[in-house]
């Protein structure tokens, strides 16, 4: 099982919000580790969304279409990696999970362009009607 817990999901209509969280459950945390974004339509494969540094200083924004609508952040006070999700479309409707890289030599926000996904949780559905 994975240690990474993602959560905030749901059924939104067009236009509205969701904010996921992203928590390590198991022995580790993430507060000293790069945290990527992703998520899987029906029918499709994984799509990078975007990254974040241990810090929170630097991000990484890989898909197009979400660029300016979703923001990745994150507190490490709390040991949590958020996602909000403005503006949302029906086009947004897939699982969403977050991963990370346990390997202290490998950077998960390298690896995602890649096609290399490291270690993921049990995703949050995100449903966005029209």
């Known amino acids: 099982q994975s240690p990474l817990v993602e959560s905030g999901g749901g059924v939104v209509q067009f236009g509205g919000s969701l904010t996921l969280s992203c928590v390590a459950a198991g022995f580790t945390s993430l507060d000293r580790l790069p945290v990527a974004w992703f998520r899987q339509a029906p029918g499709k494969g994984r799509e990078p969304i975007a990254c974040i540094s241990h810090s929170g200083f630097a991000t990484d924004y890989y898909l197009d279409s979400i660029k300016g609508r979703f923001t990745i952040s994150r507190d490490n006070s709390k040991e949590t990696v958020y996602l909000q999700m403005n503006n949302l479309k029906p086009e947004d409707t897939a699982f969403y999970y977050c991963?990370?890289?346990?390997?202290?030599?490998?950077?998960?926000?390298?690896?995602?362009?890649?096609?290399?996904?490291?270690?993921w949780g049990q995703g949050t559905q995100v449903t966005v009607s029209s």
């Open positions: 991963a990370a890289d346990w390997d202290p030599f490998s950077d998960i926000c390298n690896e995602l362009p890649k096609g290399h996904y490291g270690t």
